[in-house]
């Protein structure tokens, strides 16, 4: 790259402002030099991250305030429904950036989401309060969060502009990883939902402070410039004093409504689907289908975020040497495609916890290869038509994004209708199984005609139906299947009953002495009283219970006989009444949960994979080669023209 030219004249501190308190009137009249634009842009990409932690924080204790409040599965999901739609509109206002100052956007942003967080949800008393706080939460990071990336897009000219876009996706992903570390590590010292808002919230002002102090912005007049790399610097100044921003920005809403720009923000909107997913539901997946806690369901939010933490990095870095966006675009989409085939097929084959981690790791690294790359060749497809209007089409794209939330969250409970059974009404029932696990599973492992049977005769059952609920307490302890059908044989032939009927000290007697006449008559006697068959019957079935084979069926109904009387009685009436009420539905939905959220997985992976034909609407080479020889041809072009205007300067002053 060739040395930068002297500004045509003298340059003022880079961060001397308009004139007005620097509290509201951010604006720098010169380009920064490189530390203090690391600084800038550190201080929009930790406020972007912030803000993120603040919008996805309620996912990490999702179930415990679904409830605390009494929410409905459905209900809950329309919270956040709310929440994007509000945003989305309010991405839209975010056109006011450019009037109030994109910095002020960010600073008194933070103050305004930091004070809901910390003072306004974890004191919320109703639904209703804590949906229309939610929603104002929305709103304000919707305006917020389009005025983040236009300051990083300000700061960073093209050539390092993947880079600075990377560290600017830093932010929905260390927001994401702020919150699963977090609820990792303090959720089971404070199991309280409120705590976490409590700790988001004090961070978030800590973070408002700083903004407020340090952050600043660019004038109107340089950032409406295309500056394609530092070596611009002196041009864009010289050029500044004779822009006009307000006639830059006429028409800037119909010339961003182009398909190249509002196809792009929905392609990469879409594309983004499985991270929306992940974002709100991770742990509500985790726990309904594969019953994990919501600490290992955090854990491999954990795994996923760092590892697509650290390759938006590496590769906007790699993007802006070698001066391409759209072959990463293309490579990352296919692995994502590839990750998330993989995972929607676990969600009916249930994988190991490390292999679910390796699918984690796979799909980051893919959907974080493309976004650094796309968001620098989308606002550089912007400056293409005009890079005046690069707020409002960070606007559409904001808008776009949200749209895209609140239409999948809508599609989500209608292919996905099991999960609100496992949320709403599987709790009391998990905790049943929790307190008495061997019960809960004799209780719901017969069959409803055989429960039903039981229930309607509990004292003197029907021997059919008693020898089938047998049966199936022994399949379920574990038994073989002839053991479980040599224990319902000794309930239909009779011989269990005959057991039963034999006082214990005749059988006693009979057991030290089989020839013993007298027990042996007295036997026969009370079989023939209890069962009311004849004497040689009785005395048949009194013969039958000295074979071993018989007294271990024997011993075996009377084993099961006791762990199904333990299961109808450990449970109180209400829970009882609770499972039969409730209990077929969940075992449904448990059933079907798996199947239908690998509908949804394989709807997650065809949005990536629409994604891809959008990239070659995009600005950019797909060559380093040509993409380097455009660069040294616009080195040149503004090497020629600073040429010109000093030695106009010079023509002038020698006039006067």
């Not at 390759?311 to 072959?327: A, F, M, Q």
């Amino acid at each position: 790259m060739t040395t930068t030219p002297a500004p045509l004249q003298p340059a003022p501190n880079s961060d001397q402002l308009s004139g007005r308190s620097s509290f509201w009137d951010r604006r720098l009249l010169h380009y920064p030099d490189n530390g203090k634009r690391t600084g800038y842009l550190a201080i929009t990409v930790l406020a972007t991250v912030i803000l993120y932690y603040e919008l996805y924080v309620q996912g990490a204790v999702a179930t415990r305030i679904i409830r605390d409040f009494g929410f409905s599965f459905p209900g809950f999901v329309t919270v956040a429904i709310i929440g994007a739609a509000v945003g989305a509109f309010a991405s839209i206002a975010a056109g006011l950036a450019d009037r109030w100052g994109r910095a002020n956007l960010v600073v008194w942003g933070l103050l305004l989401t930091g004070l809901i967080i910390l003072f306004g949800l974890p004191n919320a008393t109703s639904q209703t309060m804590y949906t229309v706080l939610f929603a104002l939460l929305s709103l304000v990071e919707g305006i917020v969060l389009v005025a983040t990336p236009a300051l990083v897009r300000g700061f960073s000219p093209q050539v390092g502009r993947a880079s600075a876009m990377g560290f600017w996706a830093i932010g929905p992903v260390l927001g994401a990883l702020l919150v699963t570390l977090v609820s990792t590590l303090t959720l089971d010292s404070h199991p309280d939902w409120r705590f976490q808002f409590y700790v988001c919230g004090i961070v978030g002002l800590v973070v408002f402070v700083i903004a407020l102090l340090g952050l600043r912005e660019l004038s109107p007049a340089l950032r409406d410039q295309v500056m394609v790399s530092l070596h611009d610097r002196a041009l864009i100044e010289a050029r500044a004093a004779n822009i006009d921003p307000d006639k830059l920005l006429q028409s800037h809403w119909r010339q961003m409504l182009r398909f190249d720009i509002v196809g792009s923000a929905f392609a990469a909107s879409i594309f983004q689907v499985l991270y929306y997913t992940f974002v709100a539901f991770l742990v509500v997946y985790f726990a309904t289908v594969y019953g994990y806690t919501e600490a290992q369901a955090n854990s491999l939010g954990t795994i996923y975020w760092i590892t697509n933490a650290i390759t938006l990095i590496v590769v906007g870095r790699i993007s802006d040497r070698v001066r391409v966006r759209k072959p990463f675009m293309i490579v990352g989409a296919i692995i994502a495609a590839i990750a998330s085939a993989l995972f929607a097929l676990a969600a009916t084959n249930q994988q190991s916890y490390g292999t679910i981690a390796v699918y984690f790791i796979v799909s980051s690294f893919g959907i974080a290869m493309v976004f650094p790359a796309w968001l620098a060749s989308f606002t550089e497809t912007v400056e293409k038509h005009n890079p005046a209007a690069v707020a409002t089409a960070l606007a559409i794209n904001g808008w776009m994004v949200r749209a895209v939330v609140v239409v999948s969250y809508i599609a989500l409970t209608v292919i996905v209708p099991a999960t609100s059974a496992l949320v709403d009404q599987a709790p009391p029932i998990q905790a049943m199984q929790a307190e008495h696990p061997k019960e809960f599973s004799i209780l719901t492992g017969l069959d409803p005609a055989t429960s039903e049977a039981l229930a309607a005769n509990p004292t003197s059952p029907d021997p059919a139906v008693l020898a089938q609920a047998l049966a199936q307490v022994a399949t379920i302890d574990g038994a073989s299947e002839a053991e479980a059908q040599g224990v319902a044989s000794v309930i239909t032939s009779g011989q269990g009953a005959a057991a039963q009927a034999v006082d214990p000290a005749t059988l006693a007697a009979l057991a030290a002495d089989p020839t013993n006449q007298v027990a042996g008559a007295t036997a026969v006697g009370q079989i023939t009283q209890a069962l009311g068959v004849s004497a040689p019957q009785a005395a048949q079935l009194l013969q039958s219970l000295g074979d071993p084979a018989v007294q271990a069926n024997l011993a075996g109904a009377q084993k099961y006989g006791a762990e199904l009387s333990a299961a109808s009685t450990v449970f109180t009436p209400e829970q009882l009444s609770y499972l039969k009420a409730n209990g077929p539905e969940v075992a449904q939905a448990a059933a079907d949960g798996p199947r239908q959220w690998q509908t949804w997985w394989w709807i997650c992976t065809a949005c990536q994979v629409l994604f891809m034909p959008f990239v070659f609407l995009m600005a950019g080479r797909w060559s380093p080669r040509r993409a380097k020889e455009d660069e040294l041809a616009h080195e040149a072009k503004v090497d020629r023209e600073l040429a010109a205007m000093r030695a106009e300067n010079t023509r002038t002053n020698s006039t006067t």
